[in-house]
């Protein structure tokens, strides 16, 4: 047939003939595919045709619909352009209803308004900032309240869902999550919470995949929304969310909260999102290519790069079971926050922005940035690494994206060119910085130094830590209300042997807790723990670090024996930092930890902190993260500092998992001995920690006069009274910061004498110690230590220590005093009950056996082997107040 144009089409065949073939009617019944599908947006409803044939839907920009009884009324109600692409929505998600509100939280709010207060809901513990705000405002003004879990693994809902106390009314996943792409299978969630809770609502924010990569209704959950403003409609120029879902009672409620909250997505904004998604196949398609050779580049240069299209991705199998493509958002992290600002402050190409789903490349720092509104402590307790950078692929030329991105790393100094390449890409080395912006490391791919140091490390056969406990000489109490409190470290010790064993097991022993139990070291719950970004690993977990409550609870519930409490604490500590450093360390020694403490338990003397640091020095160790002592150390050998700093971070998690909230001066004392200034932060006014230079050991006389008392109730107490009597309470404090300034100064001055410094401590001291009284935490049995001490021919100043009510009690004992006089004064004092330790303040921080006859310890193998059994088993067997000399005698420490 000839047509106007002069182009001939070809006769077709007669329509019988084409009726008839079968191959025809197959290709008819062919559903689209779903490029074709997204690119089609016409409705398939006849009685939905434009009247005029309009190819592209028309924008009803209308508020209200003239008659009565018609398919629209008002727009907030129903509006057709809206309609239209909510039709279009259910179609490409392969849902029965579909909803578009105006943006992805309005979407989740809509979602949440499904519950009712005492509902609760099971979350990741890695999700978008907006939606765990959201989550904390449902909490305070919905009464629901939300479980965070690691949804890598699904077995980790099942404490909530098993258990019936638990009113699990919603299940909220994101996968990939935002912004460290880890997998939830979401397949094995949905059928674990079915079968435990029938009606739960199984919510997916599906934002990083789109329906084009994953279909969660198909999967088996229940609600699936989207963040319109991202792939969707692929060109950041508007907001929106979509819902969708099968079930006719859920989409019912949510049809009814769109109407009476009125966020029903704008006829305009329809419109533009109904003509950016019809390319959304094609466009992610193209920013998945560009994302795989983005995240191989990275992963080459020894990044550490969470994408779930990387081979080595942990959740990669359950992603590629569930979802059709890794899609196009990734992170990595650097190991210093500095270093990632200056890399995303140094590209020009990446748009510096939230959001993702663009088809621009974009790059942020999530903590900064989409994920700033968690609390920082929250990040840290989820394990968010601060240096994480978030990066959004778009649809340009890999190699612009590759080369900005590159130039990007040599202006901030994270690699080097180690061949300039001769037309080609450049051969680039990482460059990795200590605090100090030495080069401690230089890896293509791989950490060749950590590694070979970790191999050495894992030789390790034995080794002694130890570590003091403290004594409060001045400001105990009145710390709490931001005044400066001396401590000082004494020579009484807590003290860990660690020994390798080939078995797999891992136990530890407490003999003066009675404790001693065996772990299989496979069946420890590996599954809980999240590996510590390589910031961590450097230097230490911050100090605002909060442990993970859930795997506390677990380890209190599944692992550790005990009815004990201290007992209880103590293994949790143990167990929660050998967890974390094997996790990320790659080893896990099978060892058994002997801890023996030379300090009375609970007595105010800082016998946890203690155990907190010999325990994470020996760990450390173990897993290779500090470095074995050097067996033949010189006479004037010390821990250098930046260990020490690693050791008392690592501390202060285990002593947080003791104690709770903790000022952190116990373990910093039992790391760096000495004494120190503290000041906790308040209101207002940061906190600080001094280390009192040039401080000369004292003699003190420690008096437990095992009087037991509740430190919490102690302190509340003059918390009380600072409220209910403020003109009381306020100028005791006032002087007893007067008090702990003067005695600052003395112990530090360089121009006082010895005895003039030793007059004045006694005087301090007396002061100091009638203010606590009059601040109501005396005790009669103090007072009868005090009137020892200070009758003649002793005349010794005393005062009580640590939160008092009972517990210990501190004398000064000046330089050259007489021996025989001491011990009457000790016997006088144990025929009251009481008990004495004589020890000097000021001495030595935590410390490593370097064992008599070290050359001939080492093994063959190079790993060095502490002496025969004797000296272990008197190690073990030993009297609490032999195990100093014990130590004396067992070889040389090296301390901090
Ligand atoms: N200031 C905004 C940040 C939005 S982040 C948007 C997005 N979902 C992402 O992950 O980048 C806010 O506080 O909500």
Redo the contacts with the bound molecule.
Sequence with gaps: MASSTGYTTPASPSSSEAAHSLTSSLLRARPYRFATQVATVDNPDPSHKDQYGASSVPIYQTATFKGMGGAYDYTRSGNPTRSHLEHHIAKISNARHAFAVTS??GALDVIFRLLKPGDEIIAGNDL???SN?LIGYLKAHGGVTTHHVDTTNPKSLLPYLEDPSHNVAMVLLESPT??LLQIADLEEIARLTKRYRKDAIIVVDNTMMSPYLCRPLELGCDVVYD?GTKYLSGHHDLMAGVICCDRDDVAKGIAFTINSIGNGLSPFDSFLLLRGVKTLSLRIDKQQANSILIAEYLANLGFKVNYPGLKGHKGKEVHDRIAKGPGAVLSFETGDVALSERIVGSTRLWGIS???GCINSLI?MPCL??H??IDPAVRAARNLPEDLIRLCVGIEDPADLIDDLEAALLEAGAVRVVDEGMGGRARLERIVQDGEGRVVELANGTLQGEEAHGAAQAKLQKIITSAPGKVILFGEHAVVHGVTAIAGAIDLRCYCLAESRSDGQLSLVLPDLGYSQTWDIASLPWDKVGALSSTVLKSGPKSDAIPDQELLTLLANQFVHQDKLKAVQAAQAFLYLYLHLAVSSGIKPAQTYTVRSGLPISAGLGSSAAYSVAVASSLLYSHGILPAPASSPSADSTIPLEHANMVNSWAFLAEKVIHGTPSGVDNTVATLGGAIAFRRAVKGREGSMDVLKGFDKVEFLLTDTKVPRDTKTLVAGVARRKLEEPDTINPLLTSIQRISDEAQACLSSTTLSRSEQLDTLSRLVEQNHQHLVSLGVGHVALESVRSKTKEQPWGLATKLTGAGGGGCAVTVVPDGFPEDKLTALRAALANSGFETYATSVGGRGFGVLIPAHASQLETAEGGVELSASPQQKRFEEAQTEELGRWAEEAGVWVCA
């Design positions: 992805g939280m978008y900032g907006g705000r935002n912004p963040s939230v959001s993702f942020s940035m989409s700033a509104s």
